[in-house]
């Protein structure tokens, strides 16, 4: 058996392409289109998105990149919440100041049922810093305020017509060299 050994690989223009830092070294992904729906005032996962990672190092960064597709009705003072774990654990949107939640993504509607024929999106990144390199899971939950009701990839109406949409929602896991 033949070993390469080498300092770096660079492109013709001279720049590093395998394993410098910076490097996108695996990604994964989770895709959910499963339309689900949510009454529940605490804390809960939602459905299948979450995605677990095994980081080849414990120096590798990892880029979460959450892209939620959400409706909900639009009853008052009714608040929609999302909030990002690892391995269980709060790890975005900390530093909450007397009663407020932590969280990573918040609709609050108004007395309207236009709210009810809308779709929220909500694509938000973070370079998280596990320290491991075990199989890492990062999930999102969701919970929602005063009584209302939050649905996941598709409006609140859900009229089955072409004027309507449903669609996907994903969680990707990046790691990132150090």
Known sequence: MS???TNAIQTVAGKPILN???SILQIVQTVDNVVSTTTSGTW???GSLSVTITPGSTSS???????ILCGGDGGLGVNYMFRLLRDGAVIYGKGAAGSQESGIFEIESSVSTAYDYQLFTCMRM?????????????KIQWRVTNGG???FN???VDTNDTTQLRGSSS???MEVSA
């Open 3 to 5: 070993t390469i050994k």
């Open 20 to 22: 410098s830092t910076g």
């Open 44 to 46: 809960n996962d939602t």
């Open 61 to 67: 960064k990892i880029l979460i990149v959450p892209d």
């Open 126 to 138: 973070y370079l998280d810093s596990p320290a491991k390199s075990t199989a890492t899971t990062y």
């Open 149 to 151: 009701t939050i649905t």
């Open 154 to 156: 598709r409006n609140f």
């Open 171 to 173: 969680i990707t896991a």
